[in-house]
């Protein structure tokens, strides 16, 4: 197993920045992919941002060129720079990793959340 924790929520005004932090233990060695979702009130979960293990980043339409994911695999750590921030970005945000084990043509995929951290955004 594998264990997430996010820092770095809070509140921020309309068109601000926030940096979100989240810390992976445990069985950290077969993650591959890191990312972030969101999830507001009455809201499905979405994924915002995912970041392979060799740097490949991918993004939701609507947080392209305000948000962004980096990684540092040392630390096992994933962030996520959030500026230009809206009053729509409220939510809260969860760190995500994909672990995956054994060979490619019968790979065993885990998927892990954290807890989660809430965003505010004020108008």
């Known amino acids: 197993q594998a264990q997430l924790v996010e820092s770095g929520g809070g509140l921020v005004q309309a068109g601000g920045s926030l940096r979100l932090s989240c810390v992976a233990s445990?069985?950290?060695?077969?993650?591959?992919?890191m990312g972030w979702g969101r999830q507001a009130p009455g809201d499905q979960r979405e994924m915002l941002a995912t970041i392979t293990s060799g740097g490949t980043a991918d993004y939701e339409q609507t947080v392209k060129g305000r948000f962004l994911i980096s990684r540092d695999n040392a630390q096992n750590t994933v962030y996520l720079q959030m500026s230009g921030l809206k009053p729509e970005d409220t939510a809260v945000y969860y760190c995500y990793a994909l672990a995956r084990r054994g060979p490619v043509e019968s790979v065993d995929e885990t998927q892990y959340w954290g807890q989660g951290t809430q965003v505010t955004v004020s108008s």
């Open positions: 445990g069985r950290t060695r077969s993650i591959d992919v």
